[in-house]
């Protein structure tokens, strides 16, 4: 059975992550106390006790989520489960990126930190919103959005294909109040407001890619040995940035991206949209049958269901999922 990883970004994390992993599963607690080596802060007191408030801090949640990821990859690994594919929300294509070879644990929480407090710094001081519109297509989205934006004068784009008829709108609150305002015109089942600190993966996100460029100009990145599929492309890339449509991987053509284009992708990502909805249609069409998601939370459980049909979703979250996986 062909299966893939999907890693859950942020906005999954909750005080108590990871504790009872730490404890059951040595593989777990050897990553975590990697991760905690590196970084400035108590790393396993905020997963395992929180504040709620605290962990939920851009600069902080990052690289607890990327921590939690590694700690799962590990126990996966140690029992042999090895995906055809891996791919993340958002945050979560670093942890991919970890898991096909690309970053070390190590790497892979100092870049998640600074990625967290870069993103922060963009945000800061600036009047945003992000939006949930459900119940219309992504085509109608991306017009409401734009239309929003030519009446405003402001900015609002799409920042999230999560799946059909599930789309995040992101930008300054006047441009995101008018785009639902027009949404709910046009027949939109509900627009949800999202608890976030800032406009991710839009335009205004362009000072923490300019940071992550020059972040990445010093970072080694390792070998890709598992096709990763890319946030900006909605499917994997080839050696040159371009995304590979017919869903196989068996091409004499195919190239696995090499560091400068992974650099690009995630420079670009962070300030684009994020295409969940077209990466998870992309794995269907591939021949994925069963999809594990590494969270905490089972987010992209939803989204898969939703995108598309027949495929087996298996949530990991707790010691209790580890063990009956």
């Known amino acids: 059975m062909k299966t893939a990883f999907l890693y859950a970004g942020q906005g999954s994390q909750h ?148 799946a059909k008829g599930q789309n995040v709108i992101s930008g300054f609150a006047e441009a995101v109040t008018r785009a639902e305002e027009i949404a709910k015109e046009e027949g939109a089942r509900r627009c949800m407001e999202l608890k976030v600190s800032s406009a991710f993966h839009t335009s205004l996100m362009a000072p923490a890619s300019e940071a992550l460029h020059e972040l990445f100009g010093r970072t080694s990145f390792g070998r890709m040995n598992i096709p990763v599929l890319f946030n900006a492309l909605g499917g994997p890339s080839d050696e040159k940035g371009r995304k590979i449509d017919d869903a196989s991987l068996e091409s004499a053509a195919y190239t696995a991206a090499g560091g400068r284009t992974i650099a690009a992708l995630l420079e670009k990502q962070v300030m684009s949209s994020v295409r969940m909805a077209q990466t998870i249609e992309w794995l269907k069409k591939a021949g994925v049958e069963k999809i594990i998601e590494i969270g905490p939370g089972h987010v992209l459980a939803g989204f898969v269901s939703r995108t598309v049909k027949g495929m087996d979703v298996v949530s990991l979250d707790t010691a209790e999922d580890a063990a009956n996986l």
């Open 15 to 162: 005080a108590g992550m990871g504790k009872d992993l730490y404890e059951a599963y040595p593989a777990f607690a050897d990553e975590i106390d990697k991760a905690d080596a590196v970084l400035n802060f108590d790393l396993k007191r905020m997963m395992f006790e929180g504040p709620e408030e605290e962990l939920s801090q851009t600069a902080y949640t990052q690289p607890c989520l990327a921590a939690f990821a590694a700690g799962m990859t590990a126990v996966l690994s140690e029992r042999g489960i090895r995906p055809a594919y891996l791919a993340g929300l958002s945050l979560g294509e670093y942890s991919a990126l970890h898991a096909a070879g690309v970053f070390s644990t190590e790497e892979l929480i100092r870049i998640t930190a600074f990625r967290g407090r870069a993103m922060a710094r963009a945000g800061q001081g600036l009047q945003t919103k992000m939006c949930a519109i459900l119940g219309l297509p992504a085509e109608k989205t991306a017009e409401i959005a734009k239309r929003a934006a030519r009446e405003t004068g402001s900015i609002v784009e799409v920042s999230n294909y999560n």
